[in-house]
């Protein structure tokens, strides 16, 4: 199983950044997947979940509204669309992948079971 990040960079407050998620090694279309971020000197926090086929997703407070969450299994990729950036957004980037085609308590690190090693995300003006 091999989750690589891309699309993190620097962005301006109120600008958008893409993230992908290119998943190998697995079935991509069969497992619910995820996105999680660390900011500096501060806990993982749950962004964001996507059911296998994409038929629910999950949002954290936090970036309701702002970002979206999608996958493209046919390109075995995973997305998060990041509008509306805030310096509070600023953070590492991770994908995971959960247990199955749905999610249960997706905001909990016992959901997944592999990660990707991250993209970095800094919001600044």
């Known amino acids: 199983v091999q989750l690589v990040e891309s699309g993190g960079a620097l962005a301006q407050p109120g600008g958008s950044l893409r993230l992908s998620c290119a998943a190998s090694g697995f079935t991509f279309s069969t497992y619910a997947m995820a996105w999680a971020r660390q900011a500096p000197g501060k806990g993982l926090e749950w962004v964001s979940g996507?059911?296998?086929?994409?038929?629910?997703?999950y949002y954290a407070d936090s970036v309701k509204g702002r970002f979206t969450i999608s996958r493209d299994n046919a390109k075995n990729t995973l997305y998060l669309q990041m509008n509306s950036l805030k310096p509070e957004d600023t953070a590492t980037y991770y994908c995971a992948r959960g247990f199955s085609e749905k999610i249960q308590y997706w905001d909990t690190d016992i959901a997944y079971d592999y990660w990707g090693q991250g993209t970095q995300v800094t919001v600044s003006s």
């Open positions: 996507i059911y296998s086929d994409g038929s629910d997703t």
